[in-house]
Every structure is written in C-alpha cells, then in structure tokens.
C-alpha cells in the first residue's frame, strides 16, 4: 500500500516538469469528485474552444506531451480516441445541455496520419439528432491542417 511517505519518496527524483504534471494531474483527480471527466481532460490537455459560427462545428483541442507518446513518439491511438470520444461528448453536452445525461453507443475512427507534436484539433458537428439517437462527425487535424483522424459516432440520449 502507498503511504505519504512512500510517495514523497518516489516524488524525489523528478524533474521540475514531472512535477509540475503530477500537481497538475492531483489537482484534476480532486476536481473529478465533482467533474467526472476532470481528470482524463487534465491528463490530455483538452479544451472545448467554442462553435463556428460559419459552419456550425463545434471546436475542441489537446495538446500532445511526451506522456502520451508511445515508443515511436507519436500520439497514442487510444489517447486520439479519448480526445474525440471526449470532443463528440462535449459536443452533444453542448447541444443538449450539462445536465443532460447520454453515453457512447459506438465509435468509428480512421486514424490518416500520425499527430507528433502540438495542438490537436477536433473538429465536430451533429449530423443527425432525434429523439433519443444523435449521431456526430468529428475530424482531427494539427496546427499545420493536416488531417489526423476522422470519425463518426452515435450518442444515445438517456431520457
């Protein structure tokens, strides 16, 4: 079992940003007491920016760190899924309000180029929303445009 002093231990020998991440990621893990999601969008360093008003997409980034590279330094599939499953889900939120209470029924990524270094950008609109179902699109791209990834989901609204 890990006690205070074991962890202040295992803090020692970590660089000042190591550090600064594991504050970070504290921080968040107390805030998901109240906000579910807190700590995943913490730990991705996701941001919903807003909606177009020309297109009607609805924008969310993440930043990609070192952390969530894998050993060929580049992003983590599961973590580009978690940053559109997270932006999809931030969108319906949007569009139904925080109260609201829906759930991933499927997700559908094709993954186009590899995302390196950066900001990330999910571009995401409704193509459809009923009663119950709504279903989405999202398209990831880097500060340079490049396309990353592109998806379709179906969300389902719990009534």
């Not at 007491?33 to 941001?47: F, N």
Request: with cysteine.
């Amino acid at each position: 079992m890990m006690t205070r002093e074991k962890l202040h231990h295992e803090l020692d020998d970590l660089t000042p940003k190591e550090v600064e991440t594991i504050t970070h990621l504290v921080q968040a893990l107390k805030r998901s007491r109240k906000s579910p999601l807190a700590y995943v969008e913490e730990m991705i360093h996701y941001e919903y920016v807003g909606q177009d008003e020309n297109t009607g997409e609805y924008l969310h980034r993440m930043q990609i760190t070192n952390e969530l590279q894998n050993r060929y330094q580049i992003l983590h599939g599961g973590i580009t899924a978690t940053f559109i499953d997270t932006s999809l889900g931030s969108t319906v939120f949007q569009l139904l309000g925080e109260e609201a209470k829906a759930v991933t029924l499927d997700l559908n990524i094709h993954f186009l180029n590899k995302g390196e270094n950066g900001w990330l950008y999910a571009h995401t609109k409704v193509v459809k929303q009923g009663k119950t179902i709504i279903m989405l699109e999202c398209r990831v791209v880097d500060e340079n445009h490049k396309i990353i990834a592109t998806a379709s989901s179906t969300f389902f609204h719990i009534k």
